[in-house]
């Protein structure tokens, strides 16, 4: 079930005044688990965002494949609104499945979010409301979000941000499991150390790409991203 | 449809006169309001926990104010001066958009933006109603800006009739995506959502509610209508169908209390701001039972 492999072909971004993204190439291959490194600011955020087609900019980002499913998505968790009213299975209503989520989940779709739940380590928790879990509860819903229904593509903005060690090798566990299905992940990571751990190819950005290749060759470019 | 709304006055009518319902019941123009209530309040109650949710309360104010304008604009063209709705949709569209379109292209803050706005309509409508005012007599300008049970008419039912069904056919098979678009666009895009698209929708979906509300509740108080009854129900709710179910129900009560309880007991209100003292009495009564009730104690995080 590979989808594509993604080509970003000369992107480049303004936000303002400021240029965040400056003639970047790159190409991911379908099924890679693929990592994004570089400083804060360096322009990971959105590049991604540009591939979600939230942002407008020049260049091309295009798909060489077909796929069928949709792609997932798991966001950095600040950039949720922790005060909406809202269950864990309010929330993975909402995001499955076309009926209004205030109508409660229909069939079908709770099948599958129970499912998706379950592998994230979060059963049984689909009653509770959102905004009192934990951040590394709440990040496994968000990832148990992004894998219901099975995505060809899931992309994740620092997922293991501010979570335990437990929650950090489930998700690793969980993300290369996925990878071997032959989902490509790309995952947005300043953990080096879990970069090497798990990547099979790496890119360091700031404004440009900086370097490209195999994770294992990282710690002899670690200049380019100090 | 004019039909079916003299089918249920008789009945209604019959069943006061026989003493099984109040009094109020055997006015007609008691029924048309209680009719449109039972419109308005679900309208109100799934949009206004949306609205509270986006956090646009005073988006829906602003767009009020402008009704105003639109009022005004509707008698200085010639329109008839108690329905002058093509001018109330078209200038409260006219300027809903605008604001929409503004606030994708600035970088003001949302409020700062929006209390903009806000004047801007209050102001222009204000002018533009003392300058029209000598053409109509004060109790309409009184009934635009606080409601009138007595000026419903069937037009004003078979308005709201159509923008219920407007806002079902086009607001219940995007609810996800338009909640999704303000909870995270990132997600929301990832998902497919038309991020732009659902949000000028909704911009639109409340701007005909607030304007075909306005005969029953006002400019000054229909923001009031669509915040406080999900306000309350935030109180007490800790999932999304038990915050649109309670909103829908806070706001359908207000609306049949608020219309009746004056008529009931001589008191001399405008409908709207009976509506909503009703609605704060009962946003009041919600947050005394979020103080004391343990289960409600975390209902905000």
Redesign the interface.
């Known amino acids: 079930m590979r989808g594509p492999a993604i080509v970003f072909d000369n992107v480049c971004l303004r936000l303002?005044g400021t240029q965040v993204l400056d003639q970047v190439n790159l190409r991911i291959e379908a099924g890679a688990l693929h990592c994004l490194v570089g400083p804060n600011g360096g322009g990971k955020t959105s590049l991604?965002?540009a591939l979600?087609?939230?942002m407008p900019h020049s260049g091309t980002i295009r798909f060489e494949g077909e796929f069928t499913t949709?792609?997932?998505?798991v966001?950095q968790l600040p950039?949720?609104?922790?005060?909406?009213?809202?269950?864990v299975?309010?929330l993975m209503?909402?995001?499955g499945?076309?009926r209004?989520?205030?109508?409660?989940a229909s069939r079908a779709a709770r099948a599958a979010n129970d499912q998706a739940l379950e592998r994230t380590g979060m059963a049984g928790m689909g009653?509770k409301?959102f905004?009192?879990l934990s951040g590394g509860q709440r990040q496994r819903v968000l990832l148990a979000q992004a894998i219901s229904p099975m995505p060809w593509l899931l992309?994740l903005?620092e997922p293991t941000a501010g979570i335990d060690e437990a929650g950090v090798r489930l998700v690793e566990a969980l993300v290369t499991e996925l990878n071997t299905r032959g989902v490509t992940i790309l995952w947005i990571n300043h953990d080096l150390e879990q970069v090497k751990r798990i990547a099979q190819s790496v890119t360091v950005i700031n404004q440009r790409v900086l370097f490209h290749g195999p994770a294992e060759q990282i710690d002899s470019r670690l200049e380019v991203i100090r | 449809m004019n039909a079916l709304y003299d089918f249920i006055r008789d009945h209604l009518q019959a069943l006061a006169a026989s003493h099984v319902l109040p009094q109020p019941f055997e006015y007609e123009f008691v029924i048309n309001a209680l009719m449109c209530s039972v419109l308005i309040g679900p309208l109100l109650g799934v949009l206004g926990s949306m609205v509270m949710i986006k956090r646009m309360a005073f988006f829906s104010q602003s767009v009020g104010n402008a009704a105003m304008t639109g009022v005004a604009i509707g008698v200085l063209i010639g329109e008839s001066y108690t329905s002058p709705y093509f001018s109330m949709f078209g200038f409260c569209l006219l300027f809903a958009l605008t604001l929409k379109y503004t606030q994708h292209r600035t970088t003001l803050a949302n409020d700062t933006l929006i209390g903009v706005f806000l004047s801007i309509s209050l102001a222009v409508g204000a002018s533009l109603l003392l300058f029209v005012s000598a053409k109509i007599n004060t109790h309409v300008m009184e009934g635009v800006l606080f409601g009138s049970i007595l000026a419903v008419d069937h037009t004003d039912m078979n308005v709201l009739l159509g923008v219920t069904v407007i806002c079902t056919l086009i607001g219940l098979p995007l609810y996800n995506g338009m909640l999704l678009s303000s909870l995270n666009p990132s997600l929301a895009h990832a998902r497919g959502v038309k991020v732009r698209s659902v949000e000028y929708l909704f911009v639109v979906l409340v701007t005909l509610v607030t304007v075909a509300c306005l005969k029953i509740i006002g400019a000054v108080l229909v923001e009031a209508l669509l915040l406080i009854p999900a306000a309350a129900a935030r109180n007490i709710s800790h999932s999304l169908p038990g915050l649109v179910t309670w909103a829908v129900l806070i706001a359908t009560f207000s609306c049949v209390v608020g219309i009746l309880a004056p008529m009931q007991f001589h008191i001399p209100v405008p409908t709207g701001g009976a509506i909503v003292i009703v609605a704060a009495l009962v946003f009041a009564f919600t947050t005394i039972i979020r103080g004391t009730a343990p289960q409600f104690r975390g209902a905000s995080v």
């Open positions: 303002g991604v965002r979600l087609g939230q949709p792609l997932g998505y966001p950039d949720f609104d922790r005060n909406v009213p809202m269950t299975n309010d209503a909402l995001l499945q076309r209004p989520a205030f109508l409660g009653k409301p905004g009192s992309i903005d």
